[in-house]
Antibody, heavy 123, light 108 residues
Framework: QVHLVESGGGVVQPGGSLRLSCSAS????????MHWVRQAPGKGLEWVAF????????YYADSVKGRFTISRDNSKNTLYLQMDSLRAEDTAFYYC????????????????WGQGSLVSVSS | EIVLTQSPATLSLSPGARATLSCRAS??????LAWYQQKPGQAPRLLIF???KRATGVPPRFSGSGSGTDFTLTISSLEAEDFAVYFC??????????FGGGTKVEIK
């Protein structure tokens, strides 16, 4: 079955950097677009970033554009989120999520999610 | 950016009752809308996509309807495991997608 496991979260000072990883299994990772979605504790959901199945297409929420970078290594079945210039408002659980679509046909719905990794930005 | 407004914020119902959740978009999203369920301490789970299509493994008591700007998630008869928070999400003008603020279904 599909399994997504995030890692790399933690406490970081404002202005600092962190890299999240998401290890995928149970499906053909290289055939599916992937997303990062975040949720501040006790709050709603916010889409953060998208990457196409082959890594060629990337989109970002305005709130993170220029600071966050999404990438993937299909040989390692792993998704990444490099987060730089972190701010207090970036504090959230970060979920990696699999796109419902397949090769050449992203659906921009999220059919499987990881358990989340908490990023806390505080001095 | 398209804003999704969910109502009510909280729905207090008894097991076996029918639940009707609303999601209204600030402009038409045609049928490009999904519903997710989230339980405490868990990741969201996709229930409905394209406004009315059930995701794999979702029980038939969950149904979605609507198009344009007004959408409804109906749970025909609430079971104990259905008490959770429900979010709608649109993909009409991607990027960005957007989520509604959520409706909490709690036990009355």
């Amino acid at each position: 079955q599909v399994h997504l496991v995030e890692s790399g979260g933690g406490v970081v000072q404002p202005g600092g950097s962190l890299r999240l990883s998401c290890s995928a299994s149970g499906f053909t990772f290289s055939s599916h677009a992937m997303h990062w979605v975040r949720q501040a504790p006790g709050k709603g959901l916010e889409w953060v970033a998208f990457i196409g199945y082959d890594g060629d297409n990337k989109y970002y929420a305005d709130s993170v554009k220029g600071r966050f970078t999404i990438s993937r290594d299909n040989s390692k079945n792993t998704l990444y989120l490099q987060m730089d210039s972190l701010r207090a408002e970036d504090t959230a659980f970060y979920y990696c999520a699999k796109d419902l679509g397949s090769i050449g046909w992203s659906q921009y719905y999220f059919d499987y999610w990881g358990q989340g990794s908490l990023v806390s930005v505080s001095s | 950016e398209i804003v999704l407004t969910q109502s009510p914020a909280t729905l207090s119902l008894s097991p076996g009752a029918r639940a009707t959740l609303s999601c209204r978009a600030s402009q038409s999203v045609t049928s490009d809308l999904a519903w997710y369920q989230q339980k405490p301490g868990q990741a969201p789970r996709l229930l409905i996509f394209d406004a009315s299509k059930r995701a794999t493994g979702v029980p038939p008591r969950f149904s979605g309807s609507g198009s344009g700007t007004d959408f409804t998630l109906t749970i025909s008869s609430l079971e104990a495991e259905d008490f959770a928070v429900y979010f709608c999400q649109q993909r009409s003008n991607w990027p960005p997608g957007s989520f509604g603020g959520g409706t909490k279904v709690e036990i009355k």
